[in-house]
Nanobody
Framework: QVKLVESGGDSVQTGGSLRLSCVLS????????MGWFRQALGKEREGLAA????????HYADSVKGRFIISQDRDKNTLYLQMNSLKPDDTAMYYC????????????????????????WGQGTQVTVSS
């Protein structure tokens, strides 16, 4: 059974940093896509960053480009999201997701990291940024 478990969410002040972790278990594929999403109260789920485990290729939404970094530790089956220069608008529940893929399907020409692209989800971890 595929399971994703996020951790690392916390309450921080504006300008602070957090690192989220997502541990994947029960996954039989050696190369696949993973993504980080967030959903604020009353808003739709937003794709932030995606990574292809085969070559560590990454893609970011414009809203977090330059502030957030997605990375992996394949030995630990763990995905990370380093979040810097946090702002109150970053307050949300953060989710990781996984999907089978042969390459990262995002580019400047096709930039949207859509929730429908992923079938497997964690339960989320809350990030709150206060001013």
């Amino acid at each position: 059974q595929v399971k994703l478990v996020e951790s690392g969410g916390d309450s921080v002040q504006t300008g602070g940093s957090l690192r989220l972790s997502c541990v994947l278990s029960g996954w039989i594929y050696t190369e696949y896509c993973m993504g980080w999403f967030r959903q604020a109260l009353g808003k739709e789920r937003e794709g932030l960053a995606a990574l292809y485990t085969g070559d560590s290729n990454t893609h970011y939404a414009d809203s977090v480009k330059g502030r957030f970094i997605i990375s992996q530790d394949r030995d630990k089956n763990t995905l990370y999201l380093q979040m810097n220069s946090l702002k109150p608008d970053d307050t949300a529940m953060y989710y990781c997701a996984a999907e089978t893929c042969a390459h990262l399907p995002y580019s400047d020409a096709d930039p949207l990291i859509a929730p429908r692209d992923f079938d497997y989800w964690g339960q989320g971890t809350q990030v709150t940024v206060s001013s």
